[in-house]
């Protein structure tokens, strides 16, 4: 298990992008798996730093990655915590992608990667906690993906 807790700023970012490089290498998988799953994190952490925080000063931001089996299947679990305002990503509708990007409402698209990136997403939050996001990304049948 990985945890790293840091101001929730985007000087940050890379630190927290790190342990999803050290998981990866501890999985011994390949590029790809990789770079998918640092692209659905940063993703998150993204939204969380740049959104979270518009009411008061960025508080802690904490990511926890995991590897181990999940429902039966090799995986890494990643969770994001942090106490800004209450938010469920999952909640934010599919874009319309098949629109002009000029004719199309703002937003979402990283939510669409995060879904289309990762196996399972999860949300809760609570009052002691504040917001929790997870999400399982299956490991590949052959390491090299």
């Given at each position: 298990?990985?945890?790293?807790?840091?101001?929730?700023?985007?000087?940050?970012?890379?630190?927290?992008?790190?342990?999803?490089?050290?998981?990866?290498?501890?999985?011994?998988?390949?590029?790809?798996?990789?770079?998918?799953?640092?692209?659905?994190?940063?993703?998150?952490?993204?939204?969380?730093?740049?959104?979270?925080?518009?009411?008061?000063?960025?508080?802690?931001?904490?990511?926890?990655?995991?590897?181990?089996?999940?429902?039966?299947?090799p995986?890494?679990?990643?969770?994001?915590?942090?106490?800004?305002?209450?938010?469920?990503?999952?909640?934010?509708?599919?874009?319309?992608?098949?629109?002009?990007?000029?004719?199309?409402?703002?937003?979402?698209?990283?939510?669409?990667?995060?879904?289309?990136?990762?196996?399972q997403?999860?949300?809760?939050?609570?009052?002691?906690?504040?917001?929790c996001?997870?999400?399982?990304?299956?490991?590949?049948?052959?390491?090299?993906?």
């Open positions: 298990m990985i945890e790293r807790a840091v101001p929730a700023t985007l000087p940050h970012l890379l630190e927290l992008l790190g342990g999803v490089d050290q998981i990866c290498g501890a999985a011994g998988v390949g590029e790809g798996f990789r770079d998918e799953l640092r692209l659905v994190v940063e993703e998150a952490l993204v939204n969380v730093i740049k959104h979270g925080f518009t009411d008061r000063e960025p508080d802690c931001l904490r990511l926890t990655l995991t590897l181990a089996p999940w429902q039966g299947r995986a890494v679990r990643v969770e994001i915590q942090d106490r800004g305002l209450p938010f469920d990503p999952l909640t934010v509708p599919m874009p319309a992608i098949d629109v002009a990007a000029e004719d199309r409402l703002l937003g979402g698209l990283g939510v669409m990667l995060i879904r289309q990136l990762s196996d997403q999860s949300y809760r939050h609570d009052a002691e906690h504040g917001n996001l997870t999400i399982v990304k299956y490991l590949p049948a052959s390491k090299a993906d």
